[in-house]
């Protein structure tokens, strides 16, 4: 062991840009993560038979051009070439019929809402992108601040039965400075990494190799505490091995199930909120689901799915083989049925809303079928969340916290875990 070695728990892409930074500046570096492929919730499998076939997201992932750190982490990574730009067709289902609200054009077109809503919607819009920060917003609900602006008919059509899909019972709790960043940071282009985003994730565990780091995948940390010397215990299955610090990534509430020495009143403040996992079934179809649309936010009531995301009406289903690859995406309790539920079992509930948004839709067209869930995969955004983020560095010497939960107003994607572990290595290396 040297003085510089660091434990990383949770191999995403905030523990692996962590852990890669680390070490090409020279420290020793090992990275814990349970599952058995690197890159947590943007981790992917791969789609056909072939070994080297391209990968597809588990839960379904793009870019803004405003994601400059994930762009640059490309481009370090040798992959800049592979990443393509378009504008697909964003939509919400309203009233059986899909629209588009992503730009000035079309919103003036939405025919649902009068002409002064459809300005009162394109005029919010507009201030979103315009004010720099959130600050002015603090303490305030989505859901109060939008009636109020955009009034009741704009807000209850387009945005209510998102917020109700999206949080449930919590639609109302929802802080103001969350829907900005949604406004804010978002562009129309959209970029994907072709072959999938698990290219990133495989050059990070190879550098972090290269610099003599280790990233042990399938391995699950039991408990990390602090020993009598001042260096820290991190116990697995395997056995027991001395760091001179730890660095969790995993969400705040397993970090203190694992870290059981954190001080009653710094858990009592940030052991806090709570966070609904991802549930995705994916198709692979013979055939395209949707003319043209690539994501289609639901916000008519009774569908069982929040998104339905057809990835080949971005990218070409010739990259997969002809197969064409549907998303139905949920933000849902951890305890819901459908996070145990087969992915046969998912389809049981969702082919009769996939024959609504396509009435000649039949099961027949199915060639492949698959289902993930993850936990604390969307934090509850509510007004008094901001009071609870905690900070990098604990009571405890030598363990730090990097997670989600720390990127507020945002609340999760690749690119604010990437901007996270590059602000914090830079600390690391100056003084931690």
Not at 27 to 37: C, D, K, L, N
Request: proline share 7%; with cysteine.
């Amino acid at each position: 062991m040297t003085s510089r070695s660091t434990a990383i728990l949770g191999g995403g892409a905030l523990g692996l840009t962590l852990a890669w930074r680390l070490a090409r500046a020279g420290e020793r570096v090992v990275v814990y993560e349970r599952e058995p492929v690197a890159g947590g919730l943007a981790a992917g499998f791969r789609v056909g038979d072939q070994q080297d076939g391209p990968w597809l997201e588990k839960f379904y992932h793009h870019l803004y051009r405003t994601d400059r750190d994930a762009i640059a982490m490309v481009g370090e990574l040798g992959l800049a070439e592979k990443l393509y730009w378009g504008h697909p067709n964003t939509s919400s289902l309203i009233d059986g019929k899909p629209w588009r609200l992503d730009g000035a054009l079309p919103v003036l077109k939405f025919s649902p809402l009068p002409v002064v809503d459809r300005l009162r919607l394109g005029a919010v819009a507009a201030l979103m992108k315009a004010l720099p920060n959130a600050d002015p917003l603090e303490g305030v609900t989505a859901s109060s601040w939008l009636r109020r602006w955009l009034g009741p008919r704009a807000y209850s059509l387009a945005f209510e039965p998102l917020f109700r899909g999206k949080f449930g019972s919590y639609a109302d709790e929802i802080a103001m400075p969350w829907f900005w960043a949604r406004i804010h940071c978002r562009t129309a282009a959209l970029g994907y990494l072709r072959g999938g985003f698990q290219q990133v994730y495989e050059a990070l565990v190879a550098g972090i190799q290269m610099h003599g780091g280790e990233v042990r995948l399938g391995v699950t940390v039991d408990s990390a505490r602090p020993s009598e010397s001042g260096n820290w215990l991190v116990t697995t299955a395997a056995g027991e091995e001395r760091f001179a610090r730890v660095v969790s990534t995993l969400p705040t509430r397993v970090t203190f199930r694992v870290v059981p020495d954190l001080p009653a009143d710094f858990r009592t403040r940030y052991d806090w909120g709570l966070a609904y996992g991802a549930h995705c079934l994916i198709l692979a179809l013979d055939r395209q689901l949707m003319k043209d649309v690539y994501w289609l936010s639901i916000a008519d009531e009774g569908y069982p799915f929040l998104a339905a995301v057809e990835h080949t009406n971005y990218i070409p289903a010739d990259e997969y083989g002809g197969k064409h690859l549907l998303y139905l995406g949920n933000y849902l309790p951890m305890d819901h049925p459908l996070m145990r539920a087969t992915p046969q079992e998912a389809l049981d509930q969702f082919t009769p809303y996939l024959q609504r948004l396509n009435p000649a839709f039949s099961r027949d067209w199915i060639t492949d079928l698959w289902g993930f869930a993850a936990p604390f995969a969307q934090p509850i955004v509510t007004r008094d969340y901001r009071a609870h983020i905690p900070p990098h560095e604990t009571p405890l010497p030598g363990l730090y916290l990097a997670n989600m939960f720390q990127v507020y107003p945002q609340d999760r994607g690749q690119n604010y875990s990437i901007k996270l572990a590059n602000e914090l290595a830079k600390r690391l290396a100056l003084g931690g």
